[in-house]
């Protein structure tokens, strides 16, 4: 079952996040592997910024920018690199690294 969206922020401020080593993911309300990610992390979920691609069209083109034209999420910024849809244990240890 999907749960509530996160709280989003806007493009800039994820890029601004991204930017300072943070986890960042691009997601959009109703999908199902956003929501995976989402319930996956658990506590560790609020240490992530997230950014809906369907709230900020900068974000929608970033995505785009990053996936070949395809709006595909989630798409997660670690490290400043874009990860598409990655396992959520790849994220985990994303955020276990300091």
């Known amino acids: 079952m999907i749960g509530p969206s996160p709280q989003s922020v806007s493009a800039a401020v994820g890029a601004q996040a991204a930017a ?21 992390l658990g506590a560790r979920r609020s240490e992530v910024v997230w ?4 709230a900020d069209p900068e974000a929608a083109a970033y995505v785009r920018s990053v996936n070949g034209g395809d709006e595909t999420v989630p798409t997660v910024v670690i490290g400043g690199q874009p990860h598409t ?8 240890r994303a955020l276990a690294t300091p």
């Open 20 to 40: 300072e080593g943070r986890v960042v993911v691009y997601f959009r309300r109703m999908c199902l592997f956003c929501e995976r990610l989402r319930l996956s």
């Open 51 to 54: 950014v809906d691609i369907w």
């Open 85 to 92: 849809n990655p396992s959520p244990a790849v994220v985990k």
